[in-house]
């Protein structure tokens, strides 16, 4: 009944489509988190036009949802615009925005839930706003902000199988593809689910793991 | 305890028309107040007088409405009603004062992700961009004096409350400031470990450490300040000697303060006779 030798047969898709995923993920995660990290802040100031713009960025991104964004990114913009994006540009841009806005509300809350008597101290010595944030916010912030940051990379991982609607070649993309002309999406698409059991399960349990070991 | 500076003429801390308020809500009206270099000032009062924001004020982690504040003759703020800030005082300049001014926090503050001798030497390291060696050395000096030099590697977290204010006092320290802040040093320490905090602090005064005060502790007022000052809904009702503030109050709210703490007074004594 199960014909798995498909799977074999077509190995070398599938790895395609794992390495296309992976890339996404980590090129997204480390564009988010940058941009997290500058929305963030952005909302700490005290300067209000610009804690606004922080603000509205992560409602916009917390309330949209992300294949609509994907889709508009990718078919609406350039026409507003005027431009030609390639489907790569437009799902990194898109993956790596949306992940910001999520990013960034880690970020913001890791910040501001620390004792405002760290920011006291750090500025009774003398240290500027910024030598304060480098050497007694952030490291503090960041050491707690692991597990639920991993948490979201986890999510934005999930999130790039949403790219196959552009038909970026993901490993979702590389099943609908086999499928397509071995006519056997069972196996295809069980297999797909399983490649991705196989890393998210470790890495959830590292996740849960960084959570107990900061506490 | 010391002998105060006796010129008078040039205080080390000099605050006038100091005033401060949250919203509606006046904290501070019109605060005049001199610390000379040497002395020993307590501020008391009841909670919700204003003590930690007048504290705050000195090295403007709170940003006053009106007055003017002075170390070292140089204005550090200086704002009359309504008008601009006239000093011109800049961000950096208010940095490098507060690296001038020490300051103990009562939940001591400590920097967790850092060794003992990491949070001592942090300051000077980052502020004062000093050479490692040479801050190391004298960080650990300050930890010997505060008696925690065998901690030096520990992290914050295995320290007991009085181990972990000493440590602050040495960070503060560490930075050679010209005058100490303490904000209630041992409210937030279980009884018996206030009394290491106390001889740390009457050490630092019996050397000359200039230091402002607040506290709870009226045994220490009374035996090692120079000057008390008292607080009353963000007004100074009274100041001057602690035996005449203290003992003899002709103020009635001073009187029904200090009826609430003559206890406390009878168990410092032991700790001062040396
Ligand atoms: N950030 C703030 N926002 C609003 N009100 C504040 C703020 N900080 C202090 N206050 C108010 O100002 C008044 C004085 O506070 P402050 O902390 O200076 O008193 P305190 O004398 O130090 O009291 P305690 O002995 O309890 O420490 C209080 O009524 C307090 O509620
Ligand atoms: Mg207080």
Redesign the pocket.
Known sequence: MFDWSIITQNADLILKGLWITLYYTVVTTVLGLAMGLLVALAQLTRITAISWAGRLFVEFFRNVPLLVWLLWSYYALPIFLDINISKQLAGIMALSLYGAGYYAEILRAGIQTLDAGQTDAARALGMSTGQAMRRIILPQAFRRMIPPLAGQTIIQMKNTTLLSVLTVPDLLYQAGYIASFTYRPMEVYTAIGVVFLIILIPSNYLARKLETHNR | MNTPDTSRENPLVSIRGLSKA??A?T??REIDLDVHEGEVVALL????????????CVNLL?KPDRGRIEISGQAIFNQSAGGDDKAGIKQKQVNTLRSRVGMVF?HFNLFPHMTVLGNVMEGPRIVLKEDGAINRKRAMEYLEKVGMADFADRMPHRLSGGQKQRVSIARALNMRPEVMLF??PT?ALDPELVGEVLSTMITLAKEGMTMLV?T?ELGFALEVADRVVF?DQ?TIEAEGPPADVLLHPTNERVQSFVNRFHATAELMRPLLQD
């Open positions: 949250y919203a809500h904290v501070l009062g009841s909670s919700g007088s204003g003590k930690t924001t007048l504290l705050r709170e009562q904000d209630e409210s607040v709870h607080l963000g």
